[in-house]
């Protein structure tokens, strides 16, 4: 039997917004009936284009939001039972940008033993240096630079300050999101690598939120893609790239880049642009931008199919 590490069942997050000037509010569904389950030790990747909700997901389960319906757990336990200080010592963020996600004004020793003094888990000054001085071994910082400022390294170092921590307290799940879309290529490689190897060392569970599908292929176990706030298909990394069944994971897949110039630029024919999600399509909501939509998409919402254990959100998924 898999154990899952977090679960979120059809979480849904309304926000009330502005329809205009003396037109009330309307109703904007940023996340609406997500089903995710990551099993522990492996690496979700969750992608979709901006605005999909993505970011949403991972600050309900963070604590940062408040979901509207749904259950979200982790292990076990349901997170609306669970206390911030109790779900941060599971489950720790790495931010996209590290130049902002650091506090200037603080050394990168008060930086990473943040967590440590917030949950009162330190025994004496010793105890915190020993211990920073152990994780910045572990992602790779000379113990030297725990003077420094963030200003005195480099993206890539503020990133690893970042990384360590969130790992300070050995959470079981690390949830980054966007975390290498800051830095250089080359950079980006380092941190990658690293977080893998993080997640052998350390027995660790990722949620890696991005829009580099390079990066997600690279990284990911398991794949699930996002739109309009549902996800429209899931299932493991590999059999998602090599055979993507829905539509959407088609043209996304379509869009990266090639490095042979001869090519030019990638035909994605996605139609018009992404829809208003405050008003969205009737039926299916991708089928406005589906060159194989028919009159069935338009009027009624497909229903999750299981396919070749992938679960694709489509009425045709063997057509394509």
Do not use: W
Not at 308 to 318: N, T
């Amino acid at each position: 039997m898999v154990e899952f590490a977090l679960k979120t069942e059809n979480i849904t997050k309304d926000y009330q917004v502005s329809a205009g000037v003396f037109r009330g509010k309307k109703t904007l569904k940023a996340v609406n009936g997500v089903s995710l389950s990551i099993p522990k030790g492996s690496i979700l990747g969750l992608v979709g284009e901006s605005g999909c909700g993505k970011t949403t997901i991972a600050k309900m389960i963070l604590g940062l939001e408040k979901k509207t319906s749904g259950d979200l757990y982790i292990g076990e336990k349901n997170i609306s039972s669970m206390r911030h200080k109790e779900i941060a010592k599971i489950i720790q963020p790495v931010f996209q940008d590290p130049y902002s996600s650091l506090n200037p004004r603080k050394s990168i020793s008060k930086i990473v033993s943040l967590p440590l003094r917030a949950q009162g888990l330190s025994n004496g000054i010793k105890d915190i240096e020993q211990k920073v001085d152990e994780i910045m071994e572990i992602v790779g910082l000379p113990p030297r630079l725990k003077y420094n400022y963030p200003n005195q390294l480099s993206g890539g170092q503020r990133q690893r300050v970042a990384v360590a921590r969130a790992l300070i307290m050995r959470p079981e799940i690390v949830l980054c999101d966007e975390p290498t879309s800051a830095l250089d290529v080359s950079v980006q490689a380092q941190i990658l690598n690293m977080l893998l190897d993080l997640r052998s060392k350390l027995n660790l569970t990722y949620l890696f939120i991005s829009h580099d599908l390079a990066v997600v292929e690279h990284i990911a176990t398991h794949v699930a893609v996002m739109y309009l706030g549902r996800i429209v298909e899931k299932g493991k990394a590999q059999d998602l790239f090599n055979n993507p069944s829905h539509p959407y994971t088609q043209a996304l897949l379509a869009s990266v880049l090639t490095p042979e110039p001869e090519l030019g630029l990638p035909r994605i024919q996605l139609g018009i642009e992404y829809p208003n999600p405050i008003d969205p399509p009737s039926g299916c909501t991708f089928h406005p931008r589906c060159t194989k939509a028919t009159k069935k998409c338009s009027k009624v919402a497909p229903d999750p199919v299981v396919k070749s254990d992938k679960l694709v959100e489509c009425h045709y998924p063997d057509n394509f």
